[in-house]
């Protein structure tokens, strides 16, 4: 089983660069991130052409996740069990006997400001959506655009950049918390080596080539899923294509 997740940062605009990297890959299950399109405008039909199965949950312009995939999904659920229908940050799937859950996290703004605090609280709900849905000994996969990087190792710059939102003592806490449920960061299983990122902020001048990344999206697995993996990497192709989205792909294999 290969599976993948993908901040599109808009899944319309970046449609084409999505399709060839997913007819050329071929993955059985791709996640996607900040979709931002409301559920009735969703470009469903490519991704049917394609042999994929959707669902979805967004809203206009902001946040948004999907789920495409060889096979049907079953017992599917957008949001927490108290998610606000406005805030379309999280979709769950079961697909060929794995549980699915993909999420984007909050971004976060300023450490001051009310939307950090409602980033830490996110993920504390999202400990207890876990507690509360499976066991660690569910084969679970956590996937999604986190906009957190865990280590030094994740940023370019961890001195300069330490107490941004996304590389953060409080939110390296929350995560923490949520890792200790039953995950494990199947990337770093596989990779030690730094200056492997997924995210590249468009403003920064020849930042791509500058290698001026993060590391914020991730693909968790529970050990029984985590014992499996054979290979997880990142993708920077399609960051390099025109008008990209400013994050690339991450993509896990399993023997499964």
């Known amino acids: 089983m290969r599976i993948a997740g993908f901040n599109v940062n808009s899944l319309r605009?970046?449609?084409?660069?999505?399709?060839?990297?997913?007819?050329?890959?071929?993955?059985?299950?791709?996640?996607?991130?900040?979709?931002?399109?409301?559920?009735?405008?969703?470009?469903?039909?490519?991704?049917?052409?394609?042999?994929?199965?959707?669902?979805?949950?967004?809203?206009?312009?902001?946040?948004?996740?999907?789920?495409?995939?060889?096979?049907?999904?079953?017992?599917?659920?957008?949001?927490?069990?108290?998610?606000?229908?406005?805030?379309?940050?999280?979709?769950?799937?079961?697909?060929?006997?794995?549980?699915?859950?993909?999420?984007?996290?909050?971004?976060?703004?300023?450490?001051?400001?009310?939307?950090?605090?409602?980033?830490?609280?996110?993920?504390?709900?999202?400990?207890?959506?876990?507690?509360?849905h499976f066991k660690p000994t569910d084969p679970v996969l956590w996937v999604g655009d986190l906009n957190i990087a865990p280590e030094p190792i994740d940023v370019y710059d961890p001195e300069g950049l330490l107490g941004h939102v996304c590389y953060h003592p409080d939110v390296h806490k929350e995560l923490k918390s949520v890792m200790q449920w039953g995950f494990v960061d199947v990337f770093r299983l596989h990779n030690r080596e730094p200056g492997q990122y997924t995210f590249w902020d468009y403003r920064p001048r020849n930042v791509v080539k500058r290698n001026l990344g993060w590391r914020l999206d991730h693909i968790m697995a529970t050990k029984p899923l985590a014992e499996k993996c054979t290979n997880c990497y990142i993708d920077k192709a399609p960051r390099l294509l025109p008008r990209p989205s400013d994050h690339t792909p991450v993509v896990a294999e399993f023997d499964w």
Do not use: H, M
């Open 13 to 132: 605009a970046r449609l084409p660069i999505v399709i060839d990297w997913l007819n050329e890959k071929r993955p059985d299950i791709l996640c996607f991130q900040e979709t931002k399109v409301q559920d009735a405008d969703f470009p469903a039909e490519p991704f049917d052409e394609a042999g994929y199965n959707c669902i979805f949950a967004g809203q206009k312009s902001y946040n948004g996740v999907a789920i495409i995939a060889k096979s049907r999904p079953a017992d599917v659920q957008a949001g927490f069990d108290d998610e606000p229908k406005d805030e379309p940050r999280l979709i769950k799937a079961e697909i060929e006997g794995a549980i699915i859950v993909n999420t984007y996290v909050p971004q976060g703004y300023l450490p001051e400001s009310d939307k950090f605090q409602y980033k830490l609280e996110w993920f504390r709900r999202l400990r207890k959506f876990f507690e509360g």
